[in-house]
């Protein structure tokens, strides 16, 4: 069942009616009849609700799907309970020599109303002393901090589901399929970001005595939030530029009302999409003359201090970076790939300097040469000869080699596990994979290709014994599986007939 309704049947009601008297009192219960708002709303179907509301708990179900069933029988018990009622008081305070005034507000909890169904503890009350108007009140203490306007928290993967449909941007059962595609196409990134250090001020009075001083916090840390990539930016600006009505938040819900009009024979289905694709015809058209440094995305950043050349950002065929210089220069401009938490519209031109000073080297050794640190377009790595390390915990700039050695040596147990046999001259290899030994052709593979796994082809013969011709051949489909079974011949139908012997008459 899919709904997204509010509604309960009125044997629903009633179900829950008996168990809050029941259970808590007739002060307890209030009968509640929702009706949704949203237009769009799939209502098929009742609320998803307990059908047995004498049962809080159901035995037997596994950890997440009994704390599921407990929060969806709290609510529906809840939605059919009375109003929590809290005491609150306010105390305001004047300064003799001041005009400013100090506010104390509190509250208790007079009665639970539907909060107990939650185990709701009234410990958090925050109490005030019995006092009057008139009263002389002496200062104990006094803090002052320094505060920070805060940005509008980044989504999660739920509360862009949330406003989603709260801007009635499709259906409940495509709001996962919209959250999973942009993650696909790398429009977003869902990512863990630690914060920065900053201080702040802090003047405190205790005693008569005033203190001032400069702690420390963590702000901006981010935890499992969706972030815009470059891509992200460039296309949505390129969208809003050329095809905003189409991208409107209301574009969507604008035509659905179109379709509601010609069910209901109010207009002819041509009229309508003769109306949108007219116009939006004419804009495809015309996008065939947009330049490809608009589709790049160049942003200008500043001068190069050291060569007097322009700095920019912009968007390539392997992602985001920044360039040095313009490429009829007749010296070759310089390059350097954005990191992971830089994006085009807002790089400065001081991080994208900072680029320019990758790889950076971390040290050389005997056995693998000059040692590198670098941003690349998944994440930060070592680099050694031609193999690569992804970094983890380290940032290039902060990696020691002591760090990167130990590194380099997983990754090159790794392979000394992973590679079965390598050939002189050829980029073919035989490899330890998931499913067992297979060969490698040293390509990345194609859509729809797999790996030649070798006891499909050779049978039992060791891996390491296989000649590079072997492998070439098994590559080129010239050894064909020992494995694959032979298709049966189709039997041909007997149709069976039976003969009546006719009965003698008498």
Known sequence: MRTDSFTLSEEAIAAAEKEIISKYGVEYHQARRYKTKDAGAQEAHEAIRPTDLTKPEVYGLEDQAARLYALIYKRTLASQMSDAKLQKTQIK???????????????????????????????????????????ELTLVSFAARESFSRAKPRYTEASLVRKIEEMGIGRPSTFATMVSTVQDRNYVTKETREGVERTYQLIEINEGKVSESTPVENAGAEKNKLFPTSVAYLLTDFLVKHFGDIVDYKFTANLETDFDTIANQGVVWQSVVKEFYGPFHAKIEAADDISREE??????????????KPVSVRF?????????????????????????????ETITLDEALELFNMPRTVGETDDFGVIKANYGRFGPYIQYGKKYVSLKEDLPEDVTLEKALELIAAKEKFDAERIIKTFDDSEIQVLNGRFGPYIWNGKKRGKGQKNITISKLFGDKEPSELTLEECKKAISGKIKSKTAKRKKKAKKKVVKKTIKKASKKS
């Open 316 to 344: 390539g065929r392997y992602g985001a970076f920044a360039q040095i210089g313009h490429k009829d220069d007749e010296d070759k401009p310089a390059f350097a790939s954005l990191r992971g938490d830089l994006v085009i």
């Open 295 to 308: 589709t790049h995305g160049m942003r200008e950043l500043g001068i190069d201090p050291k060569s007097s």
């Open 93 to 135: 305070t004047n300064i003799s020599n001041r005009d400013e005034s100090f506010l104390a507000n509190g509250e208790i909890l007079v009665f639970p109303g539907f909060l107990s169904v939650y185990d709701y503890l009234s410990s958090d009350d925050k109490l005030l002393p019995d006092l009057s108007q008139g009263d």
